[in-house]
């Protein structure tokens, strides 16, 4: 019989050592994967409350906010509201994990089999990932937004600094670049172009260049509309993005912020869209690996009896009308499905086939499940593989809840032959981060006028925005454009339902 | 494929600090002002304690573009009864309206803990204590090093040389290390044998000594021992702070509160200076009892004023709990400055020869309406009284306050008698 990895729940660095040997085997060599190197830490309670009020990174820039954040969790973690999560794995090569030094021996296990294995596997191959974020640049990109932020509050005051990060941030959801564009993102040389733009800047500052008459300037209005909303990129959904290139008034590190602000929210991006399959694939992983090592002897009845425990509570999908519900567990709709691909490939039935041409039967699982990893987020994951046997055993339906609708909320579709499909489309939907968040854009700016910004926003299904928040949205938009700000939401017919105008606050006078 | 396992539980906490006091310097005046209100709301003695503080979100908002309303849809798992086309009536069904997308910000209020310093520190603020008084305040107490027996390691400096010779000589002994004097007597038997087969015996007998002296060293590393030393919190005196007030109906509410703010300060310091301090609350009409904070603050009392009955009562608790010798004794007195015309010798008498002399700090604080300037026009009897003696020598310290920020100064007279008592006390 092959040696144990551990007894009861004890662990020491050995014990890791071993346990993460153990996982690699068989994640290697059994599933097949194909991961970064490794790195795993052991934090306290209090790490992991720090790392939570940075979004998990291992370092970020200072901001009241992430002390908000802090502030509270640390609250209700005291208070015993809230439990902390066993690990917090980052996307970066190497691949690093937290693991809680709380753990059991077991506990560690598992999350090694999830974080460093599966999620680590999903970063490095899945198409969003790839396409989206520079995982051996990250680390090296926060540490120049962190000192670059600093710099600039020793230079031009910490108080400049929030406001133009908290407008930011108040935009940062609009940051993003939602289509890929002809290069990839490379941080590194970002942070050295950026070191480059601004030498070059200093070295041929010259102040007579401020005296030079300049000379007529050109007629604008000869710029036709087309031409001009071509000039600016126009219409442009990334608002940072185009604040940062075509603000009148930043000063360049402004616009440097704005466009740390940007690259963070970008690299966080694919992680929104894939939060079903990341965990699905990790959960999966996880499960494969600890039934092998329970199989080859390797972990005890008892440790796997804890792991059972953890891995169903990890996995519990309340229903509709239970007091826990609270949408679906990306956990519990991921792990199902990718225990049911294995299904469809390994044992079919005559409705997989029907369904599932293309797998059903295909007897590799891994390879179908590594393609799947690699090739689809949340949205099209869903609306391809979800069979309808899951549908049946989750007892899914639709209900459509139209406010004009005097008789109430309509069932629209339920897990029967007619409603598989509607039902599929509908939840394939509601994973589609683009088809949530809401749809702004900037359509125009009057350059000959007021220099008004004009933004649209495209009301889908009558779901208008909230008036507080985005007035206060529009107001920081409104202090980095310097001009008046109007947003315009309009419905598909184009008809205007609301129109807000917000202007610029006035900058107070520096503090010395 | 190489893995690297890190302990990270050993890197220096706190890494959110930064943030943490970010945020606090943000939300100053509304963290302020709870903890005023929170303040106001604490017995005295637990002033000192952080705690939890509620604020109210605003400005501390962190907006997004968020949707909400118009027509909805939603896939939910657990059907049970229902069919296409069915229609669930909408205020039953609250499970499915709350799980919308539309729930987003519920954190109207938001509460978190303060930690002591921070609590104290913006408790401090609120009182706009000059910024050298705070340090004195935010001072933690010094802790003196102390003997405390030996340990294996350490710095070479702080080697013990009895104890190492010591247990060098006990394990020497255990082990039968033969001593110089043994080895040379054999020598000296050696020397005078003739017989050269007793020599021989002599001479394995040496062979054999010699060896076991090498084998066991003199000093071997295990005798080592060290000097242990432990850090020990200076040892500090008692004090007992005693809060005298004047409870009849002409105190208001404002200038009870003025008041409990002056004995939190009072408390505060003390309680930086000294391990144990114990407070004893008299209140009094014309006659004064010992009573407990609540009751001294918020018990409801009617009567005339007779200030000596106080200073009768704390001198018989003096004497009978706390005596002087053992005991520093802090006074602090407030009152809106009544008390019977006949009771101003008496009063003055007990204050000068049996209060006084015990106390190292006697502070009168007359406590008026806010902003009231008509008690600015004429000097109370009391104020009169006390202001006599103080001309007289008497070490009294005193003020009138009506605003907050008017109580500190009071202190500076403390912190004069602290340096000189300090002073005194240093050889």
Redesign the interface.
């Known amino acids: 019989m092959t040696e144990r990895l551990f007894e009861g729940a004890d662990w020491d660095?050995h014990t890791?050592?071993r346990i993460?040997?153990a996982c690699?085997e068989v994640a290697l060599k059994d599933l097949g994967l194909d991961?970064y190197?490794?790195?795993?830490?052991?934090?306290?309670a209090?790490?992991m409350?720090?790392a939570y009020?940075?979004v998990g990174m291992p370092l970020f820039y200072?901001?009241?906010?992430?002390?908000?954040h802090?502030?509270?969790h640390?609250?209700s973690y005291?208070k015993g509201l809230m439990g902390l999560a066993y690990e917090i794995v980052i996307n970066s090569s190497?691949c690093i994990s937290?693991l809680m030094?709380e753990n059991t021996a077991t506990m560690q296990t598992l999350v090694i089999a999830h974080a460093a294995f599966g999620h680590n596997h999903f970063f490095k191959n899945n198409y969003l990932f790839k396409q989206w974020t520079d995982a051996d640049g990250i680390l090296d990109y926060l540490d120049f937004a962190k000192n670059y932020v600093m710099q600039c509050e020793e230079r031009y005051g910490r108080v400049e600094v929030?406001r133009t990060l908290?407008a930011a941030?108040?935009l940062?959801?609009?940051g993003i670049d939602r289509y890929p564009g002809k290069k990839k993102l490379d941080l590194r040389a970002e942070e050295k172009r950026a070191g480059r733009r601004r030498q070059h800047e200093e070295e041929v500052f010259n102040d007579l260049w401020r005296t030079v008459p300049a000379g007529k300037s050109k007629s604008r209005s000869a710029l036709s509309v087309e031409r001009r909303r071509k000039l600016l990129g126009l219409p442009q959904e990334n608002l940072l993005y185009f604040l940062e290139k075509s603000a009148p008034r930043l000063a360049p590190w402004q616009r440097e912020l704005l466009r740390i602000v940007r690259h963070i929210a970008q690299y966080f991006y694919p992680q929104s869209q894939t939060k079903v399959m990341n965990e699905g694939t990790a959960t999966y992983v996880h499960y494969r690996i600890m039934t092998k090592l329970h199989q080859q002897g390797r972990i005890t009845d008892g440790n796997f009896l804890e792991f059972l425990g953890s891995h169903t509570n990890v996995v519990f999908?309340?229903?509709?009308?239970?007091?826990r519900?609270?949408?679906?567990n990306p956990y519990a709709l991921g792990f199902a499905m990718m225990q049911d691909i294995e299904r469809i490939v390994t044992n079919p039935e005559a409705e997989d086939r029907e369904w599932f041409p293309d797998i059903a039967g295909k007897n590799d699982v891994m390879g179908v499940l590594r393609d799947v990893w690699a090739n689809y987020r949340d949205e099209s994951f869903i609306g391809q593989f979800l069979s309808p046997k899951l549908m049946r055993h989750?007892?899914?339906?639709?209900?459509?809840?139209?406010?004009?609708e005097r008789?109430?909320?309509?069932?629209?579709?339920?897990?029967?032959e007619?409603?598989f499909r509607r039902?599929r489309r509908?939840?394939a939907?509601?994973h589609d981060v683009g088809y949530?968040?809401?749809n702004?854009e900037v359509v125009d700016v009057d350059l000959s006028g007021d220099r008004r910004l004009i933004l649209h926003?495209h009301?889908?299904?009558?779901?208008?925005?909230?008036e507080?928040?985005?007035k206060?949205?529009l107001q920081?938009l409104a202090d980095l454009w310097t001009y008046d700000v109007a947003l315009i939401e309009v419905d598909a017919n184009d008809k205007v339902l609301r129109e807000y105008v917000v202007s610029p606050r006035p900058i107070p006078a520096a503090v010395a | 494929?190489?893995?690297?396992?890190?302990?990270?539980?050993l890197?220096p906490?706190g890494?959110?600090l930064?943030?943490?006091?970010?945020?606090?310097?943000?939300a100053k005046s509304l963290v302020q002002g709870a903890v005023k209100k929170t303040s106001q709301e604490r017995d005295i003695k637990d002033v000192l304690e952080g705690g939890?503080v509620t604020i109210p979100l605003d400005g501390?908002?962190?907006?997004?573009?968020?949707?909400?309303?118009?027509?909805?849809?939603?896939?939910?798992?657990?059907?049970?009864k229902?069919?296409?086309?069915?229609?669930?009536?909408?205020s039953g069904?609250g499970?499915?309206k709350d799980?919308?997308?539309g729930e987003?910000?519920s954190?109207d209020a938001?509460?978190?803990?303060l930690s002591r310093d921070e609590f104290v520190d913006l408790f401090l603020d609120d009182l706009e204590l000059p910024d050298l008084a705070k340090r004195k305040i935010a001072q933690t107490e010094s802790e003196g090093i102390q003997r405390a027996g030996y340990t294996t390691s350490g710095s070479p400096a702080n080697i013990s040389v009895s104890r190492t010779v010591k247990l060098a000589l006990a394990r020497r002994i255990a082990l039968k290390r033969p001593r110089k004097d043994e080895i040379e007597e054999l020598e000296a038997a050696i020397a005078a044998c003739t017989d050269e087969d007793e020599r021989e015996v002599l001479l394995a007998r040496l062979e054999k000594l010699q060896a076991k002296t090498k084998r066991i060293p003199f000093i071997d590393p295990l005798d080592i021992r060290y000097r242990r030393y432990e850090k020990v919190p200076r040892p500090v005196a008692q004090a007992v702070m005693f809060c005298l007030m004047d409870v009849s109906g002409s105190m208001s509410e404002h200038m009870k509160d003025l008041a409990k703010r002056f004995y939190m300060l009072l408390y505060v310091f003390l309680k930086r200076r000294y391990k144990h301090v114990e407070i004893v609350f008299i209140r009094h009409t014309d006659r004064a009892e010992e009573v407990d904070e609540q009751t001294f603050f918020y018990g409801p009392a009617s009567g005339g004023t007779l200030v000596s009955s106080a200073l009768q009562a704390m001198h018989e608790i003096v004497r009978e709990r706390f005596n002087p010798s053992d005991w520093n004794i802090y006074a602090a007195q407030a009152s809106d400055g009544d008390n019977s015309y006949s009771d101003g010798e008496l009063t003055g008498m007990l204050l000068t020869d049996k209060i006084l002399p015990v106390c190292q700090f006697f502070a009168y604080l007359e406590v008026g309406e806010s902003g009231g300037s008509a008690f600015d026009l004429s000097d109370s009897s009391l104020w009169t009284l006390y202001e006599r003696l103080r001309n007289g020598g008497a070490p009294l310290s005193m003020r009138k306050v009506s605003e907050r920020s008017e109580i500190f100064p009071v202190f500076h007279d403390l912190f004069q008698r602290r340096e000189t008592a300090q002073e005194k006390a240093a050889p």
Request: hydrophobic fraction near 35%; aromatic fraction near 10%.
């Open positions: 660095f890791l050592q993460t040997d690699e991961v190197p490794n790195q795993i830490e052991v934090i306290t209090e790490q409350l720090d009020s940075s200072k901001h009241w906010s992430f002390g908000k802090f502030a509270f640390e609250a005291r190497p937290y030094e929030e908290d941030h108040a940062m959801s609009h999908q309340p229903e509709f009308d239970d007091p519900f609270s949408g679906f989750l007892r899914m339906f639709h209900l459509h809840d139209d406010p004009e008789a109430g909320i309509r069932v629209d579709a339920i897990h029967d007619r409603g039902v509908e939840l939907r509601q949530i968040d809401a702004i926003h009301v889908i299904k009558g779901s208008q925005l909230n507080t928040d985005a206060r949205v920081h | 494929m190489p893995i690297h396992i890190i302990d990270r539980r890197n906490g890494k959110s930064e943030n943490r006091q970010r945020f606090l310097r943000r939890e501390m908002h962190e907006p997004r573009f968020r949707r909400e309303g118009g027509t909805r849809d939603m896939v939910l798992p657990g059907n049970k229902f069919i296409e086309g069915d229609y669930l009536q909408r069904q499970s499915a799980s919308g997308p987003g910000d954190e938001f509460r978190f803990v």
